[in-house]
């Protein structure tokens, strides 16, 4: 991997909290879960009846008590939240306005019959009553599960039908890219002829007269009459706190269940570590509340550390492309995190938008999501960055609950490389095997695994134990299965190559599309590239690409595509050179940012896109076919 490797690190080099987490993990772990407020201490720190964990058994702990009570005496007056609308409306809540609010919804669930273990679904945009919701369901040992505000009534109703959701917390409207969605009509929709759902709180934010049905009753009146004391409830470590709801590549998305003690020592720790965060951070990570960076790093591990965060409604280009660096400026933000596609369509743009903002007040940079490609990476350090700025690559998923590798520079000085994720965090065991489940030697190409328990992980999926065994135990017996694959470098340093199921079999051959996406992008003129395989006769597969352009590229089509072969040809090798590269203004992607491999696949084999509900933006699908279509003809035309 000779990539030039930046030494960076903001804290002393902790050998000791490495030895002793490599020594024994469990005492590790029941050392940092001492570090939050519990009612009950444990009696022991893990039962591992594989493949289920039990973390810190017989302890007692409430996870609205340690992000919001533990700060009143000190902090009270400090801002949890800094709110800022996509209009550009903006409000400021304390850790006072926020206990307040939190008891006050709490005793709200309570008037409409909610009890520990109850499930509430949240439809919410990112609006502060969203994390006021879940704290307060966590108050009460009520069990959320929050649905991002983009997706279908349909998408909803699976979730909400799976759940048994008895309330739904919901706006009238969401607003993004200066339009309103109508968020109550998707709920109303979702919601038909379900008879559990038994009430339904409505947050009013647009002006004018909303229908109300028989379930409804608005966020402001219901609130208007509540007391604004409310005892958190003492509840076991291993009490449910929320389930969030994955699509999986196939069928219902599955209810990834998550715990209260051992979820909340992850992050906390995590958290700690990675973003070495000071009382005068202002933190601000892009995620949505919907997916899990948003629990986890929006709302409660900033929450557990007493952190004033930024929580921003809308979209990061809206109205125009300097939206974000505009908002670090003027807010003076430490600590951004963010994905990598979100950083690869600011690249598309020159760089005279953030050179035109200071960004001087940034001392740490995250990423998340996705495998960071080292040319993004090496622009985020130096254009964002201003070359004095760590990067916090960091890989974990919804299962994990919190970063599984990452560097950490709140406990460690450590040399980053462009595109590695660096080492697994202290307490896990992390390793790269072979089909057979053997752990290959360095520099090899395998599966990501985690071969220890450890207190973030899923309890199970909801409902479903013997789908949590299949999916994530039964490929390779007691060892979580993460579906990614990865290499591991001579100096222990981890390289994410994508999920294992976008791996292209091309004569023989497995081809991560992280790798060959990766080969693209290190082109000059190109911000973005996202490759699939179709169906081949000889070859198995054979891998088309699909490539965005940076603005004001003067190159020539048919030259481009040369040299774009011969990148991939000498990066990675001949078998993995494309048959076919299209250039597309957007590429088609999830609300969240993920790309939709699966639409490419079908456009490039002339079949049915299927389901596109969940596009960020449909206008993609069409810019894919016509690029598609034009290079055909051309093909076409030359052979005749």
């Known amino acids: 991997m000779g990539m030039n490797s930046y030494k960076i690190g903001l804290g002393n080099l902790d050998t000791k909290t490495r030895r002793n987490a490599e020594s024994d993990n469990v005492s590790f772990w029941n050392e940092e879960a001492k570090k939050l407020s519990w009612f009950k201490p444990w009696t022991k720190t893990l039962v591992w009846n594989s493949p289920f964990a039990k973390w810190f058994i017989g302890g007692e702990i409430n996870a609205s008590y340690n992000t919001l009570d ?6 009270a007056k400090k801002p949890a939240i800094l709110w800022e609308g ?15 609010d939190v008891c006050k919804f709490a005793n709200v669930l309570k008037s409409l019959g909610i009890k520990k273990g109850d499930r509430v679904t949240i439809y919410l945009p990112m609006v502060p009553e969203l994390p006021i919701t879940m704290l307060a369901c966590a108050r009460i040992g009520a069990i959320h599960t929050v649905v991002f505000s983009g997706f279908s009534a349909a998408s909803l109703r699976d979730r909400i039908d799976d759940s048994k959701s008895k309330v739904i917390v919901t ?4 607003y993004r890219r200066g339009s309103s969605m109508d968020l109550k009509g998707i709920i109303d929709e979702s919601i038909s002829g379900l008879n559990f759902v038994e009430h339904v709180v409505v947050l009013k934010r647009a ?3 909303l229908q109300l049905g028989p379930k409804d009753s608005l966020w402001h009146e219901l609130m208007n009459g509540s007391s604004d004391k409310c005892e958190p409830e003492h509840l076991e470590s291993t009490h449910p706190l929320f389930i969030l709801y994955t699509s999986g590549t196939t069928g219902k998305p599955k209810g990834v269940l998550h715990g209260t ?8 720790s995590t958290f700690q570590w990675a973003f070495d965060i000071k009382d005068s951070d202002i933190f601000f990570c892009t995620a949505d509340i919907g997916w899990v960076t948003g629990h986890s790093y ?4 900033p929450l557990l550390h007493g952190a004033t965060e930024i929580m921003y409604e809308g979209v990061p280009d809206y109205p125009d492309t300097s939206r974000i660096w505009d908002i670090i400026d003027r807010y003076g933000v430490t600590i951004f995190y963010t994905t990598p596609t979100a950083l690869r369509m600011f690249m598309k743009f020159s760089d005279t938008i953030p050179n035109s903002f200071k960004l001087s007040s940034l001392r740490l940079l995250g990423t998340v999501g996705e495998p960071i490609n080292p040319e993004v990476w090496r622009w985020y350090f130096k254009t964002i960055g201003k070359s004095k700025c760590p990067i916090v690559d960091t890989w974990w998923q919804t299962e994990t609950g919190g970063m599984m590798l990452s560097p950490l520079p709140g406990l460690e000085t450590i040399s980053l490389k462009p595109g590695s994720v660096t080492r697994p965090i202290p307490g896990t065991d992390i390793t790269v095997v072979d089909e057979q489940g053997n752990e290959l030697p360095s520099n090899t190409k395998g599966y990501l695994v985690i071969r220890k328990p450890w207190p973030g992980m899923l309890l199970t999926l909801w409902g479903d134990d013997e789908k949590y065994k299949n999916v994530y135990w039964s490929k390779f017996e007691n060892n979580y299965y993460s579906g990614d694959y990865a290499i591991k470098d001579s100096d222990g340093y981890f390289w994410l190559l994508g999920r294992a199921d976008d791996i292209l079999k091309v004569a023989g051959h497995r081809i991560g599309t992280a790798e060959l996406e990766s080969s693209l992008v290190s082109h000059r003129d190109i911000a973005e590239a996202a490759v699939c395989g179709i169906p081949d006769e000889i070859k198995g597969e054979v891998i088309v690409a699909f490539t965005v352009l940076k603005e004001n590229t003067k190159n020539e089509p048919s030259l481009l595509r040369k040299e774009l072969m011969e990148i991939v040809r000498n990066g990675i090798g001949p078998i993995a050179t494309p048959q076919q590269i299209y250039f ?3 590429l088609p992607k999830t609300r969240s940012g993920k790309i939709m491999r699966r639409v490419l696949k079908a456009i490039a084999s002339n079949e049915n896109v299927g389901d596109i509900s969940t596009l960020e933006d ?12 034009e290079l055909q003809n051309a093909i076409r035309k030359n052979k005749s």
Request: glycine share 10%; net charge negative; aromatic share 10%.
């Open 618 to 629: 449909s206008a993609a699908v069409m810019d894919v076919q016509n690029a598609f279509t």
């Open 261 to 268: 003690g051992g979820y909340l020592t992850h992050l906390n």
């Open 171 to 174: 706006a009238d409207v969401g």
């Open 584 to 586: 597309v203004t957007k």
């Open 207 to 209: 002006e004018g007269n």
């Open 298 to 301: 929006v709302v409660y591990g």
């Open 70 to 75: 533990v700060h009143q005496d000190n902090i």
């Open 86 to 100: 996509e209009d550009g409306t903006s409000r400021t809540i304390t850790y006072a306005d926020l206990y307040t």
